[in-house]
């Protein structure tokens, strides 16, 4: 990551982390609130994703809101069989997010499915696939989830 | 959620396209009018399927590069109370209740804070230390190294397809 952020790019990265507008011409509406060109925006977030400075740009889905269901799981990955497991971890669709971690547990991903009876099946498969025991850690309640970073 | 919204949520999962109209251009792709795409959107993300739409900022690029799951042992019968007021501190992006696995797991409560310092996000996990107090025995903080994957929930084809 070589650019440095700018002023705008902060703003933009600010006002749009939700509340994109559902319209025709929505790059044309934010921007106008943020005081820049359509075209401008556009080639703005274009950098900010390309630069790996924002991930994705779009909507961003509740598994439960559909149905489905998510976890938190997590391994013990020996150092030398660390590479290996996250890649056959990461070969799986369902596993919407894997981080590296420091600690003893030091895998930690999300399976995200559609249908709940998937996410018990997933893990069974990577524990089979790694020969590595999973810790499955659901939620049983949530108290907050806010996502929004300050730039 | 219909067979058409499923077509939808597949084909904008990776991302809008960034085109002055974005929507059209979905619609075009899965063979829908720009308005009943946007007419589905709106009514996914009132039935939160849909959480919001815009962009996924990348932590460590904004500089926060501390980012750590702070994991607390707390007391069952204050969990519920103290958890809630764990995630109303500015500071926590996300805070759980989850199982204890023990003999290697024994937290029930998990809550992440992000800083751009481990000394930031150490002084902001003792305010949180503070907060529960002698409900609490141990905890941690697990620092991320490395993102992995960052995918978020992707849908596959469905089984029989």
């Known amino acids: 990551m070589s650019k440095a952020l700018d002023s705008t790019d902060r703003a933009i990265l600010n006002a749009l982390q939700g509340g994109f507008p559902i319209a025709d011409r929505p790059f044309a509406i934010a921007a106008a609130e943020l005081g820049l060109t359509e075209p401008d925006l556009i080639a703005r977030l274009r950098s900010l994703l390309d630069d790996g400075v924002a991930t994705r740009f779009g909507p961003l889905f509740n598994a439960e809101a559909m149905g489905g269901a998510l976890t938190l799981a997590a391994i013990s990955v020996p150092e030398e069989r660390f590479e290996e497991v996250a890649a056959l971890v990461n070969a799986h669709p369902e596993v919407a997010h894997n981080y590296r971690r420091c600690h003893a547990f030091n895998m930690w991903f999300v399976v995200a499915c559609e249908r709940p009876e998937q996410v018990r099946r997933v893990l069974e498969e990577i524990e089979r696939e790694s020969g590595l025991p999973i810790i499955d850690l659901p939620k049983e309640e949530e108290f907050f989830l806010e996502l929004k970073l300050t730039a | ?161």
């Open chain 2, 1 to 161: 959620m219909d067979a058409v919204d499923r077509r939808l949520i597949e084909a904008t999962q990776g991302g809008l396209p960034l085109v002055p109209e974005p929507y059209r251009a979905v619609g075009e792709a899965i063979g829908l009018e720009g308005e009943e795409v946007e007419r589905r959107l709106r009514r996914l993300l009132s039935e939160g399927v849909v959480r919001r739409i815009g962009l996924v900022p990348n932590h460590y690029a904004l500089g926060y590069r501390a980012n750590g799951m702070a994991v607390w042992d707390v007391a069952d019968d204050k969990v519920g109370e103290l958890g809630r007021r764990v995630g109303a501190l500015e500071f926590v992006t996300h805070c759980y209740r989850r199982p204890r696995r023990l003999p290697n797991w024994p937290y029930n409560l998990f809550s992440m804070v992000h800083g751009k310092s481990r000394q930031e996000v150490e002084e902001k996990v003792a305010r949180i230390a503070t907060l529960l107090g002698s409900a609490c025995g141990a905890h941690e903080v697990l620092y991320s190294e490395k993102i992995l994957k960052k995918t978020g929930l992707r849908l596959g084809p469905r089984e029989g397809e």
